[in-house]
C-alpha cells in the first residue's frame, strides 16, 4: 500500500472515530457537576495538547505551568529550524473572567518568544440542566485562539523560526462533555467523571508546511479528539488518566492534583516510534508542573492574615492594660484595708481618696475588659 492509500485510510478512521466521539458527546446524560481542567503544555486549559470546552470557573482564577519536553537536537527534516535544545520548556499564565473567558500568555523556547492567547466558553453544558429538549443534551461549546502575536513560524513542537509554517492567531472550535461515572466521595464532588472532548482548528492545529510523516506519523487534517477519567482521590486530590489526539499524533499520560499544585507526566506520540534521521515524529516524555488559585481569595486570604495579626496585636495591649488595671486594684484594696480601722482625720481623707481611685481603676478596668470582648466578637465570622 503507497503512503497516499495510508495517509487516506488514517485520515477516514480519524474522521470515523471523530464522528463517534461526536455522537457520544451529545448522547451522554447531563451532569451538574465538571471536572477541573490544567493549562495544556503551551496553552489554554485542557488535556495534554488538546483544548476543552471549559473556563475556570470562578473570576480572578489563576493558573501558572511549567512543562519539560525531551527534544532530539539531531534529526531535524530540511526546512525546519535547527534551533533545538535540550531540555525544552514552556511556561504559560492564565486568568479567567466570569466563568467565561480565559486569557493568558505562553513563553516557549529559551529564547523567551511568546504569544497570547484566549478562549470564549459559548455555552456550559450545566446551563441546561433544567432546560428541556436539545438544551438539555447539549455539550459545552467554545471557541479559542493560539498564538496571537508575531511568531507566525512557530511549530508544534513550540519551536520558532520555521519560514514555511504560519501558526499566528490559530483559530479552534471545541465540545466538552462530562459524565458523572461514581457517586459523591464527599459534598458534591463525584467520585469518578470521564470528560469526552472533540474539535477542529487550523494553525498549529494543521499547517506542516508540506513536511508530511517527518512531521506527524498520523495527522488528522486538523480534527483533534480524547478523553480525560478523573477520580477523586481524597477531599482535597484527584488524579486524571488523559488520552487523546491533538490532529498529529496519540498522547497518553497522568496527573495527579492536590489543592491546587498539579503534577503530570505524559508520553506525546506514543505511536510514532523512536527517532530516525530527518523526522521530527518520534516519542517524546513531557513532564509539567502547575498551580492554580484565585486572585481575589488570595488577596483577601493576604487581608485576613493582617486584620487576624492587627486583632491579636490590639488584644495582647488590651490583656496588658486589664491586668496592669488589675494589680492596681489589688494594691488600692490593699492600702484601703490597711486603713480601714482608723478614725484619724488624715486616715479618713487618704481613705476617701483611696476608695474615689479605686472606683476608677475598677471602671477602667470594665471599659478595657468590655472592649476586648466586642473586638472578639468582631472577630468571629
Not at 520548556?89 to 484566549?118: C, M, P, Q, W
Not at 507566525?152 to 458523572?180: A, K, Q
Not at 506520540?269 to 516524555?285: C, I, Q
Amino acid at each position: 500500500m503507497n503512503p497516499l492509500h495510508r495517509a487516506s485510510i488514517r485520515s477516514f478512521a480519524a474522521s470515523a472515530a471523530l464522528g463517534a466521539l461526536g455522537l457520544a458527546l451529545v448522547a451522554a446524560p447531563a451532569a451538574a457537576q465538571r471536572p477541573q481542567f490544567s493549562p495544556t503544555e503551551m496553552w489554554e486549559s485542557g488535556l495534554i495538547n488538546v483544548p476543552a470546552a471549559w473556563v475556570p470557573p470562578l473570576n480572578g482564577d489563576f493558573a501558572l505551568n511549567v512543562a519539560r519536553a525531551s527534544l532530539d537536537s539531531i534529526r531535524v527534516p530540511q526546512g525546519f529550524a535547527t534551533n533545538y535544545k535540550q531540555p525544552f520548556y514552556h511556561v504559560t499564565a492564565s486568568v479567567a473572567f466570569k466563568g467565561r473567558v480565559e486569557a493568558g500568555i505562553s513563553f516557549f523556547s529559551t529564547d523567551l518568544a511568546n504569544g497570547l492567547f484566549a478562549k470564549a466558553l459559548l455555552w456550559d453544558q450545566t446551563d441546561g440542566i433544567w432546560r428541556t429538549g436539545l438544551l438539555h443534551w447539549l455539550p459545552s461549546v467554545a471557541v479559542g485562539v493560539r498564538n496571537v502575536g508575531s511568531e507566525s513560524g512557530l511549530d508544534r513542537f513550540g519551536r520558532t523560526g520555521n519560514t514555511g509554517l504560519n501558526t499566528n492567531n490559530t483559530l479552534y472550535g471545541v465540545l466538552t462533555r462530562t459524565m458523572v461515572l461514581g457517586s459523591a466521595m464527599e459534598g458534591p464532588r463525584p467520585r469518578t467523571q470521564l470528560s469526552l472532548t472533540a474539535g477542529m482548528g487550523n494553525g498549529l492545529f494543521s499547517n506542516d508546511n508540506g513536511a508530511g510523516t517527518a512531521y506527524s506519523q498520523s495527522k488528522t487534517f486538523g480534527k483533534f479528539f480524547g478523553g480525560d477519567l478523573q477520580f477523586a482521590t481524597s477531599r482535597f486530590s484527584t488524579l486524571s488518566l488523559i488520552a487523546e489526539h491533538d490532529a498529529w499524533d496519540v498522547n497518553v499520560g497522568a496527573q495527579f492534583e492536590w489543592r491546587g499544585v498539579r503534577a503530570g507526566l505524559y508520553v506525546n506520540e506514543v505511536n510514532a516510534g523512536d527517532p530516525k534521521p530527518g523526522t521530527l515524529s518520534y516519542r517524546k516524555v513531557l513532564l509539567s508542573l502547575g498551580w492554580q488559585t484565585n486572585v481575589g481569595a488570595l488577596v483577601r486570604g493576604n487581608r485576613m492574615e493582617q486584620v487576624t495579626d492587627e486583632y491579636r496585636r490590639e488584644a495582647g495591649d488590651l490583656q496588658s492594660a486589664i491586668a496592669a488595671g488589675e494589680q492596681r486594684v489589688r494594691t488600692l484594696e490593699a492600702q484601703l484595708k490597711a486603713l480601714q480601722n482608723s478614725q484619724e482625720a488624715d486616715a479618713i481623707a487618704q481613705r476617701a481618696d483611696l476608695e474615689r481611685r479605686l472606683r476608677e481603676e475598677q471602671d477602667a478596668v470594665k471599659r478595657l475588659q468590655e472592649l476586648l470582648k466586642q473586638r472578639d466578637a468582631q472577630k468571629k465570622p
